[in-house]
């Protein structure tokens, strides 16, 4: 089977309000594919049914042939599903190179290992491996500041990395370049289109359309909770439903 | 039959207060973000306002015993009596149920200095630094009490009228011998009035609807913006009142000293566990219910077969419906999860 | 240079001579006499060991001193049924607090932040009932648990050990354990704890333990299932609190439940945040402080504070004496009160950030304090590179 993820008729309601409306979407190894759709489209809530935050009421979400419902965050994450969050989640206290080896040790020790009594510092090829991922996204010249003191933009880039050193099967990122200024967006694509990337099966949920068409292979439209159309970007482009879910948001409000 | 009726009567009493003080801590944590581990220490405080009020009341003058006639024999009476003659016992007689009116102002009065002082320099801190520097507070109290009170515990008599027990025995058609003081019983019911003006108050006013909004989200709380400053200022000095008054009717019931506040404090964290954080209707149901688990569990035909279970049964059972039910009996999913 | 300060043979180098040296050069100030000492030791390990936890991970744990008390008891049970040498007693109290705080940890755990803050009281209260009355046979409850003649001792009499007249008294292989040799016995334990300690503080798994402090849930998405680490260092302190415990029985081998009360839990915390959590020697300093102001402050009285301002004008000296009396003797817990407020409010890093700003602000007024770069990956956007 080439689909790295199969969501299959995932529905999900929050007190009266459907969010998430028989959603069925398929992800092939090695694409790029973005969701885009106007705001409370349920693009986060997709996210997080995939990633373990929330249950879907019914449906199914099957990542290389498994079942992910009801798993745990920590073993969706090992299964090979990282997600780089919308709003920085780092370590705050830890310096930079900590922050990335970290998500290094996960992917070596898996979900516990109790080594107290090895010594951090003599931990050489995780050392480099945490230095040479920093060098990637040019964070290694200051890795032993506190992440909580870099700016905004290098900390969304930080996140990246703690992602990318894990090197999962599956990267969701959850709108990358959000806030960030023109010059750092431009970055971020570049980063993202890179040879270490660009191999990798990423869906990205974005609203900026020059970051959209950018990058992505095949595009989804999510409107009210429900995908309404899946293509090229070409494709998409002329699509007459999607012009009219864009241009309809306005005309009447429901 | 009238051994249970009789437990359950102290289970209610004994709940009472823990509700009271649960409520409080409830309310705090729910609209504030703030855990109160001096709240026990404001129970404390209330019961000691009834023993200072008393004190003031039976402030004294050495005057000459008349009854001894031997020798010059003095002793100490209080100038109330000096003054007013009967009225002025009388008004003695009544310090405990007086000292409510004294200890209202009083109360709020410490809230406040508490909220604006201190609290509210911490709303943003994490818990761990809120629970220390109350936890902080709660010694210094303590500590103060007992620097001027001493470390015994100080009688309050509840006044004569009331001393004594009430026939219910009788009342209810059963056993003539069956008595319960009638103290306990007033407590019963003021605590049950102290509880539905609560319930009202948040119920019915404008205010009471923003803070169990607050409660049920605490996001919206910030977005109401409106001086949510005072509000906070205002809910902190409920919650103090309330405790403080459940404080100053149970002196009678139990003799105050310095410490009394942390071991109720501990029982009242528990019932907060129990019936749910962030759930009112939680906090007072567990509130009376592990009051009458604990009561039945004293009852000597139960300590027979396991000894020592009254000391420790109100933990068991929190830890049985922690493992059970973790949010508690009535915590809903979303608040305070973490 | 610094790195080579910085290696743990030179960091324990410098510590045990430091703690061995300890009745020297703390004579001048009147702290060098065992007893107290011994109390820095215990204490300090008390405190090294709450700080694995709460330091490291930011989990407040209130019941601490029950793990203190645990250790104690059975420490003296050992002393009672085995043997007066300490080491079965101090491996033993230090096993079983280490199986009281895995089930204590696991129920506690279920929660976390302030529940878990209220679980671990409520179960030290309910520890504290069970041993003050409730396990009477096994605590001998408000009388505390002794030695006492009849005790069978059945190592002691495998291997002949006379029985002697009076109460015997605790030794290791036949050297007394009271005394400077009880001090350096403690000393020595006191090292191999803070070198465990230091280990755990450079190893992955407390790097782990920090980055939970920092974001718990990102540690989760990160793949990391957090609830086995905090657990293992939830049953790591309360280890730590175990042997701390079980050394009390060694020195003085009796135990109460009081040793198990909330205000010890609340001892420790104080301790911990005093020195600084989550630094290494923080939590030690914190632990000695406290012991040695409690020693001086707890001891003075009216007539005392009175000689000692004796030098002051009458009227002064009455008001410096009425200002200082409510917080010495009985009223040091008054002290320790505000001292946990001033710390919470003023020094949430402790004295050890005290410190650090303290250096920070000498190297400004000297000069030293090298121009840093700004620092940023801003100066050559890759993509203008393009």
Known sequence: MSYILDIDGVNKTFGGLQALNDVNLKIEKGETHAIIGPNGAGKSTLLNCCIGRLIPDTGSVTFNGKNMIGMNAHDINHAGMVRVFQTPEIFPDLNLLQNVMIPALAKREGTFSFNPFKTLAKEKEIHEEAMATLADFSLDTFHDKLASSISRGDKRRLELAMGLIQHPALLLLDEPTAGMARHDTNRTIDLLKSEKMSSMTKVIIEHDMHVVFSLADRISVLARGHIIATGTPDEIKNDPKVKEAYLGEGDDDE | ?338 | MTNFLKSNGVVMLIFATVVLTAPIWLAPIGASYPDLLQKFAIFGIFAIGFNILFGLTGYLSFGHATFLGVGSYTAVWAFKLLSMNVIPAILLGTAMSGVFALAIGYLSLQRSGIYFSILTLAFAQMSYSLAYSVLTPITNGETGLQLSQQDPRIIDGLFGVPVEAGLPSTHLFNISMSGLSGFYFCAVILIIAFYVSLKIFRSPFGLKLRAIKSNQTRMKYTGFNTRPYLLSSFVISGMYAGLAGSLMAVTDPLAGAERMQWTASGEVVLMTILGGAGTLVGPLLGATLIKYFENIFSALNLSELHKIFDGLPDTLENIVVAIINPFVGEGWHLMLGALFMIIVIFLPGGIMEGVSRAFKWIKRILGFDKKQPVVTSNVTPKGEEK
């Open chain 2, 1 to 338: 039959m009238d051994a249970i009726l009789i437990q359950i009567l102290n289970g209610l009493d004994k709940g009472g207060a823990y509700a009271l003080i649960a409520l409080g801590l409830t309310l705090t944590f729910g609209t504030l973000g703030v855990v109160n581990f001096a709240h026990g220490a404001i129970f404390m405080l209330g019961a000691f306002c009834a023993v200072l009020f008393q004190n003031i009341l039976t402030f004294s003058k050495k005057v000459k015993d008349e009854s001894i006639t031997f020798f010059d024999a003095y002793k100490e009476q209080p100038y109330l009596e000096i003054w007013w003659g009967d009225t002025g016992s009388a008004i003695i007689d009544y310090a405990v149920p007086l000292s409510i009116l004294f200890a209202i102002p009083v109360m709020l009065l410490i809230g406040v200095i508490m909220e604006r002082g201190l609290i509210k320099h911490f709303y943003k801190r994490e818990h761990a630094d809120q629970i220390l520097v109350t936890f902080g507070l709660a010694i210094v109290i303590q500590e103060i009490i007992r620097h001027f009170f001493g470390a015994n515990p100080i009688p309050t008599p509840p006044p004569d009228v009331v001393a004594g027990s009430a026939a219910i025995g009788t009342f209810l058609g059963l056993n003539d011998n069956l008595v319960y003081p009638w103290w306990r019983l007033i407590y019963l019911a003021f605590s049950a009035i102290i509880i539905f003006s609560v319930f009202a108050f948040l119920k019915f006013t404008t205010f009471g609807m923003v803070v169990r909004a607050g409660m049920a989200d605490r996001e919206t709380v910030g977005l109401l913006g409106i001086n949510v400053q005072r509000r906070f200022t205002i809910v902190f000095g409920i919650a103090t009142v309330v405790a403080g008054l459940a404080g100053v009717m149970y002196a009678p019931i139990l003799p105050p000293d310095y410490h009394m506040g942390m071991d109720f404090l501990v029982l009242s964290f528990v019932v907060v566990v129990v019936g749910g954080m962030g759930s009112l209707g939680g906090a007072v149901a567990a509130g009376f219910l592990l009051g009458v688990l604990q009561s039945f569990a004293s009852m000597n035909e139960v300590k027979a077969i396991l000894p020592g279970i009254d000391q420790i049964i109100i933990y068991l059972v929190a830890v049985i419906i922690l493992l059970v039910r973790p949010r508690g009996l009535m915590g809903r999913e979303g608040v305070m999860d973490d």
